[in-house]
């Protein structure tokens, strides 16, 4: 069954929700002219921003990270997106010199060793790559919604990261029957991967299908504790480092 048809549903208020996404991206559009960026994970939420981008003709960039552990359906869509849309993608990878170090002294399954070890390859591999990204940004836009996890579950539309830059979050408030609607109704390019119970796509080694009733994000690092569902690209720094260290005692 595919995701459109397990998912896709009409609910009251869509239009609206659509509507006020658009303006908040046109509004984000204006307010940092020529300095926005919408940060894609490929996903099904993000694959709606920018549909919305190209379908209005928004003057925002868009940059993925490719972080060398993507699946290949997952990578496949860089070009679907350029192709379909006509639109640039801007790719950031990690600096090759640090994955060789990383992998030559923890191994190419590191991440399954600890949490520590985790974050240090989700380090090399996304964030570092984000912070180029978001370097000469003022603004940059997300597919978090509330419904995705506990911990975003109070995901305001407009926040703001460590270095002071605009983080918008666009669908906040829409439902996952929301996404595959719209998915549904514009043809809009999604991965495969959706459609064999994975919702939440990362890296390759840190993502696996979820069983009925499990939570959304239950396939992402299933083998640690859903506190420490993050990467950290969403996670403000003193939170992060408290992630790390663990809680004051």
């Not at 996404?21 to 960026?37: M, S, T, Y």
């Not at 060793?113 to 570092?128: N, P, Q, V």
């Not at 305001?156 to 460590?162: K, M, Q, S, T, Y």
């Not at 829409?174 to 998915?183: P, Q, R, T």
């Amino acid at each position: 069954m595919s995701a459109i048809a397990l998912y896709a549903r009409a609910s009251e208020g869509f239009e609206a929700r659509v509507a006020q996404a658009v303006e908040r991206l046109r509004d984000a559009a204006v307010e940092h002219a020529g300095r926005i960026v919408q940060a894609t994970s490929l996903g099904a939420e993000d694959m709606v921003i920018t549909d919305l981008i190209a379908r209005h003709a928004l003057p925002i960039a868009i940059g993925t990270l490719e972080t060398g552990k993507l699946h290949a359906e997952t990578s496949a869509l860089i070009d679907r997106i350029e192709q379909h849309y006509g639109l640039a993608v801007e790719v950031y990878r990690p600096k090759n010199e640090a994955v060789i170090e990383f992998v030559r002294t923890n191994g190419e399954e590191a991440m399954y060793r600890s949490l520590a070890l985790r974050k240090g390859c989700c380090g090399i591999r996304k964030l570092e790559p984000l912070s180029r990204m978001l370097a000469e940004r003022g603004a940059w836009i997300t597919g978090l919604r509330r419904e995705q996890s506990d911990a975003r579950g109070e995901v305001p539309f407009r926040d703001h990261d460590d270095a002071g830059r605009l983080k918008l979050n666009a669908l906040a408030d829409w439902s996952w029957a929301d996404v595959w609607h719209y998915i549904e109704r514009h043809q809009v390019p999604y991965n495969p991967l959706h459609d064999q119970f994975m919702p939440s796509i990362g890296c390759a080694p840190c993502t696996r299908a979820i069983a009925v009733g499990e939570p959304f994000r239950a396939g992402r690092w299933w083998w640690e504790d859903e506190t420490a569902k993050e990467c950290g690209l969403h996670v403000h720094q003193e939170a992060a480092v408290v992630s790390a260290i663990g809680a004051p005692q």
